[in-house]
């Protein structure tokens, strides 16, 4: 549905603009590039522990991996700081060889025993996002036996079970495998936190540029490295917190700010065509959709669930307020990543969404809290599901608020419903598959806290068959496997899929070169040029 406050916004924003839409006389600094950008997802910059979208943005520009996967060809590996790397015979052990060269900001070379290092640290810290390397069996007991660096260029992993080498290569893509400089990093420990209350605010990596200053809510600021194998162009990015999508849009004619990431279709429609912009997007590996804590006991019930699913009117909610920067989407899997699922099993229904509440026992209705991000196209989403659970008896009780504290929320497991965001960590089906379909340790302190742990939906069955997928070596039953797994997962699931992102920047003319990648930590700046 069409709200009554996106309506305002888009009136708010053409009233505010020339009617040529051209770009006024003021410019950003020589030499410095500049976004407006919602960034109130930011918790930490520290890479061993951020996870959410911005965080691993940054990460993939300040920080350099073992490997990587270009956005040119996002299914295959590269050597970052590996020249090259081999499978042992036993399935178990790989060694690795790092080329000779990178430097981290500090000037130092990287190492071996950085990299050694830096995947304990991630293990150790157990953050967020540390389930992509604990799922190979290593723990904070063993980190030093099984991540060990052998000479200054040689680095040796010993999973616990026989692993296809391009699952491992996936997810030491990803931004928890970043490289940090050990030197650096122990220079600031506080007690036992290797480092982690300096690294929420610093960097000490070898990528493209440095982090100098983090202001929550309002600004980050990068240096180019001086010593990074991969020079950027532009020697200072600058990304401010704009939560106005409008605000967006004139701050970029106005000549406040090179590229924005956030505007909305009737915006983005406004400057399509016109010589002094360039739109480009890219579909990514990002999906929204609302977690239900099975801590609710209205909830945890099937009937609920699958009511709430078939109340969404995904079509319209998709063509009245997102129709260019994001498509409807119903699985875990994105569109992209080898075995996804693109059908739409649920469309609105209110009659049988009704019906299915009667069948549990809830009638009449009932409320729930609902945690969302405030700033567009959040909120006008959010507005338009208040409305069409309202019709089935389910009243929302409207909790906004910034981003990092829906996460936040989340993470403890005290919300009702939440609508939040997921992009995949590696270009692998396990990456989503491990996210919402296991939770093995459904307890407080669990060591993996999946977003099933998140969601409180303790599925050891349903986590046995992700797992078996994994292991699974032919490629043709792998992906019936999940393909089977999504199926049920969408029928069973505290997950309600409503949309995959595609993402869109419009730069002004002058500014070539951001590479967007199908994940957030692919984004590149290292190429940006501005005339």
Same mark, same amino acid.
Request: glycine share 6%.
């Given at each position: 549905?069409?709200?009554?406050?996106?309506?305002?916004?888009?009136?708010?924003?053409?009233?505010?603009?020339?009617?040529?839409?051209?770009?006024?006389m003021?410019?950003t600094?020589?030499?410095?590039?500049?976004?407006?950008?919602?960034?109130?997802?930011?918790? /930490?910059?520290?890479?061993?522990?951020?996870?959410?979208y911005?965080?691993?943005?940054?990460?993939?520009?300040?920080?350099?991996?073992?490997?990587?996967?270009?956005?040119?060809?996002?299914?295959?590996?590269?050597?970052?700081?590996?020249?090259?790397?081999?499978?042992?015979?036993?399935?178990?052990?790989?060694?690795?060889?790092?080329?000779?060269?990178p430097?981290?900001?500090?000037?130092?070379?990287?190492?071996?025993?950085?990299?050694?290092?830096?995947?304990?640290r991630? &293990?150790t810290?157990?953050?967020?996002?540390?389930?992509?390397?604990?799922?190979?069996?290593?723990?904070?007991?063993?980190?030093?036996?099984?991540?060990r660096?052998?000479?200054?260029?040689?680095? &040796?992993? /010993?999973?616990?079970?026989?692993?296809?080498?391009?699952?491992?290569?996936?997810?030491?893509?990803?931004?928890?495998?970043?490289?940090?400089?050990?030197?650096?990093?122990?220079?600031?420990?506080?007690?036992?936190?290797?480092?982690?209350?300096?690294?929420?605010?610093n960097?000490?990596?070898?990528?493209?540029?440095?982090?100098?200053?983090?202001?929550?809510?309002?600004?980050?600021?990068?240096?180019?490295?001086?010593?990074?194998?991969?020079?950027?162009?532009?020697?200072?990015?600058?990304?401010?917190?704009?939560?106005?999508?409008?605000?967006?849009?004139?701050?970029?004619?106005?000549?406040?700010?090179?590229?924005?990431?956030?505007?909305?279709?009737?915006?983005?429609?406004?400057?399509?065509?016109?010589?002094?912009?360039?739109?480009?997007?890219?579909?990514? $590996?990002?999906?929204?959709?609302?977690?239900?804590?099975?801590?609710?006991?209205?909830?945890?019930k099937?009937?609920?669930?699958? $009511?709430?699913?078939?109340?969404?009117d995904?079509?319209?909610?998709?063509?009245?307020?997102?129709?260019?920067?994001?498509? &409807?989407?119903?699985?875990?899997?994105?569109?992209?990543?080898?075995?996804?699922?693109?059908?739409?099993?649920?469309?609105?229904?209110?009659?049988?969404?009704?019906?299915?509440?009667?069948?549990?026992?809830?009638?009449?209705?009932?409320?729930?809290?609902?945690?969302?991000?405030? #700033?567009?196209?959040? $909120?006008?989403?959010?507005?338009?599901?208040?409305?069409?659970?309202?019709?089935?008896?389910?009243?929302?009780?409207?909790?906004?608020?910034?981003?990092?504290?829906?996460?936040?929320?989340?993470?403890?497991?005290?919300?009702?419903?939440?609508? &939040?965001?997921?992009?995949?960590?590696?270009?692998?089906?396990?990456?989503?598959?491990?996210?919402?379909?296991?939770?093995?340790?459904?307890?407080?302190?669990?060591?993996?806290?999946?977003?099933?742990?998140?969601?409180?939906?303790?599925?050891?069955?349903?986590?046995?068959?992700?797992?078996? #997928?994994?292991?699974?070596?032919?490629?043709?039953?792998?992906?019936?496997?999940?393909?089977?797994?999504?199926?049920?997962?969408?029928?069973?699931?505290?997950?309600?899929?409503?949309?995959?992102?595609?993402?869109?920047?419009?730069?002004?003319?002058?500014?070539?070169g951001?590479?967007?990648?199908?994940?957030?930590?692919?984004?590149?700046?290292v190429?940006?040029?501005?005339?």
């Amino acid at each position: 549905m069409l709200t009554r406050r996106s309506l305002l916004l888009a009136s708010a924003a053409a009233a505010a603009l020339p009617a040529t839409l051209s770009p006024a006389m003021a410019q950003t600094p020589p030499g410095v590039l500049v976004f407006a950008k919602q960034i109130d997802d930011i918790i /930490t910059v520290d890479p061993h522990e951020a996870f959410e979208y911005t965080a691993s943005e940054l990460a993939g520009n300040v920080y350099q991996k073992l490997v990587t996967t270009p956005n040119s060809d996002p299914g295959s590996i590269q050597g970052e700081l590996a020249e090259k790397w081999e499978a042992g015979a036993d399935g178990k052990t790989f060694t690795f060889t790092l080329k000779d060269g990178p430097k981290f900001a500090s000037g130092k070379a990287v190492t071996a025993e950085d990299v050694a290092f830096s995947l304990t640290r991630a &293990v150790t810290l157990n953050k967020a996002p540390a389930f992509i390397i604990n799922q190979f069996g290593f723990t904070k007991d063993n980190a030093a036996e099984r991540i060990r660096a052998t000479d200054a260029r040689t680095l &040796v992993l /010993t999973t616990a079970e026989p692993t296809a080498p391009s699952f491992l290569l996936y997810c030491l893509s990803a931004a928890v495998g970043s490289v940090v400089e050990k030197a650096v990093v122990m220079a600031h420990v506080q007690g036992d936190d290797l480092g982690n209350a300096w690294l929420k605010t610093n960097s000490a990596g070898s990528g493209s540029y440095v982090i100098r200053q983090w202001r929550a809510s309002e600004s980050v600021v990068l240096e180019a490295n001086p010593h990074t194998s991969a020079p950027p162009v532009v020697k200072r990015v600058i990304l401010r917190h704009i939560a106005d999508p409008s605000a967006q849009l004139l701050g970029l004619t106005k000549g406040d700010y090179d590229i924005a990431r956030n505007l909305g279709a009737d915006q983005i429609k406004q400057l399509e065509g016109n010589p002094a912009y360039t739109v480009q997007s890219a579909r990514k $590996a990002s999906l929204m959709y609302l977690s239900l804590n099975q801590k609710n006991p209205n909830l945890a019930k099937l009937e609920v669930r699958q $009511a709430i699913k078939l109340a969404l009117d995904y079509e319209g909610i998709q063509k009245a307020i997102v129709p260019t920067t994001y498509a &409807v989407h119903q699985s875990f899997l994105p569109a992209g990543l080898p075995g996804a699922l693109t059908e739409h099993p649920f469309k609105r229904n209110v009659a049988e969404a009704k019906a299915l509440l009667a069948k549990a026992g809830l009638a009449s209705g009932f409320e729930l809290s609902f945690d969302y991000a405030s #700033a567009a196209p959040n $909120a006008d989403i959010a507005q338009a599901i208040q409305a069409n659970l309202a019709e089935i008896g389910i009243k929302l009780r409207m909790l906004p608020g910034e981003m990092r504290a829906v996460i936040t929320k989340t993470r403890a497991r005290t919300h009702d419903v939440a609508m &939040v965001r997921w992009g995949s960590d590696y270009f692998d089906p396990h990456s989503n598959a491990e996210a919402f379909s296991i939770n093995t340790d459904n307890s407080d302190n669990a060591r993996n806290r999946t977003l099933a742990w998140r969601a409180s939906w303790e599925i050891p069955e349903l986590s046995a068959r992700t797992l078996a #997928a994994l292991k699974e070596t032919d490629s043709a039953k792998r992906s019936a496997m999940y393909g089977e797994l999504q199926r049920d997962h969408q029928q069973q699931s505290p997950f309600v899929i409503m949309l995959q992102e595609i993402e869109v920047a419009v730069s002004r003319a002058a500014v070539k070169g951001f590479d967007m990648g199908p994940m957030n930590d692919r984004h590149s700046y290292v190429k940006i040029t501005k005339a």
